[in-house]
């Protein structure tokens, strides 16, 4: 007896969807599995099970993200720019908004800042355009940051004020305080020392009820830096200390503002001649809070090569010198890297323009070409309805004629 063949089409069909469904399911649970445990390796398991672009650009997203975490940023990157054209290819803005920024991070931390402007900039617009206040906000915040760290003071001075006004209407105390800090490096980068003072302790306000452990770290830090950089190491010891006092009770707290603090109170020590300045230095060292790109990094690195060199400790002091020498070349290697990335995305952000731009030309003259026939169709129904009319007015006159006429002859031949 014959098997039909329809009955094998029916089969390998519902065959093939259950074992893509399943394929689906595997892609899910490793991913899930993978954000839960922010394990890089489940991540690229999950990636290679997908096969969607949406699946694609999750995936790529999360081991971008992984890979930022651990410092690799040229990696990061590569898969954030993968994950980017994913999103674009399925119509996904707000995670292009969260891809855009995070890649805007990563050059601004390789000092890469007209490009991060740039990527900041994108991500700006497009949460803009998804009404997205918190995300625009945020936005803008590390626009403000580059264009401290680039010297373009007016710009951030621009943008802190902005945002100082939306948060002081939306209360919200640690958005305040964060503007204010950052108002205090603005100022402090243009040595105007008092008024970064009178900034950080505009952010130490509203800290002090909130008892935030964190940001009285932070605040305190830089109250003390500003000091410190004008060689007013009383004042600078005695907020480093009240820092320290709060690292102190939660040494949990950010590692980047811990081992900010426990460098400055290196320099404070360096300058006062004291030995306590390498335990300082060697604290900040081993909390491993920066990474490789970063000047804070290379900046630790040459404070404790030069400690060392005053103590005679030349077997350390050659070691750090050593490090000073392989970050310069570290970096030198990203730096390049990171261009090369820059002009593929170039590249592909301007192919990815001409489509959309194309798609948009293309539905105009579609829409245009609609509204054509629409109104011709119109023109051409009503010229139709007219037709109509003027033939029941004219049956009807016709038969009126034909009424009395009849009538006409009944009298005549009656």
């Known amino acids: 007896m014959k098997k039909s063949p329809h009955l094998f089409i029916l089969f390998l069909g519902v065959f093939i969807a259950s074992h893509v469904n399943v394929l689906g399911q595997d892609f899910e649970n490793v991913y899930n599995d993978a954000v839960e445990s922010l394990d890089i390796l489940l991540a690229e398991k999950a990636l290679e099970q997908a096969t969607a672009s949406s699946e694609l650009a999750k995936g790529h997203f999360l081991i971008g993200y992984l890979q930022y975490k651990e410092g690799k940023y040229f990696k990061s990157l590569d898969h954030y720019f993968t994950a980017l054209a994913n999103y674009r290819s399925t119509g996904n803005y707000e995670m292009q908004a969260s891809a855009l920024k995070n890649i805007g991070m990563i050059y601004e931390r390789a000092n890469f800042y007209d490009q991060a402007v740039d990527f900041y900039t ?11 206040s918190e995300g625009t906000l945020e936005t803008q915040f590390y626009l403000a940051k580059v264009y401290r760290k680039s010297s373009n003071y007016e710009n951030a001075i621009h943008i802190l004020g902005a945002l100082l006004k939306q948060y002081k209407n939306l209360e919200s105390s640690p958005g305040m305080a964060r503007v204010y800090n950052e108002m205090g490096l603005v100022h402090l980068a243009k040595e105007e020392y008092s008024t970064a003072r009178k900034y950080y302790n505009l952010a130490l306000d509203i800290d002090v009820p909130g008892k935030n452990a964190g940001r009285l770290v932070k605040s305190y830090n830089n109250i003390g830096h500003a000091y410190l950089q004008e060689s007013d190491y009383r004042n600078a010891l005695d907020y480093f200390n009240q820092a320290l006092e709060y690292y102190n009770k939660n040494n949990e707290l950010n590692k980047v503002d811990n081992a900010l603090l426990f460098k400055n109170l290196g320099k404070v020590y360096d300058s006062l001649g004291s030995d306590s300045a390498v335990y300082f230095y060697e604290k900040s060292y081993d909390l491993n809070a920066f990474d490789e790109t970063k000047e804070e990094y290379l900046d630790l690195c040459i404070q404790i090569k030069n400690a060392y060199w005053k103590k005679e400790d030349m077997e350390k002091a050659q ?96």
């Open 122 to 132: 994108e991500s700006k617009l497009l949460k803009m355009s998804l009404s997205d």
């Open 319 to 414: 070691y750090f010198s050593d490090q000073v020498d392989n970050i310069a070349s570290n970096v030198y290697s990203l730096k390049q890297n990171l261009n090369q990335l820059y002009v593929r995305y170039q590249v592909e952000a301007a192919t990815y323009k001409m489509e959309r731009e194309l798609k948009t030309s293309r539905l105009e003259a579609q829409l245009k070409q609609d509204f054509i026939i629409k109104c011709v169709l119109a023109v051409f129904l009503l010229l139709l309805i007219t037709l109509i009319i003027i033939v029941y007015r004219k049956n009807r006159r016709l038969s009126f004629i034909h009424s009395e006429a009849v009538k006409v002859y009944k009298v005549l031949n009656s």
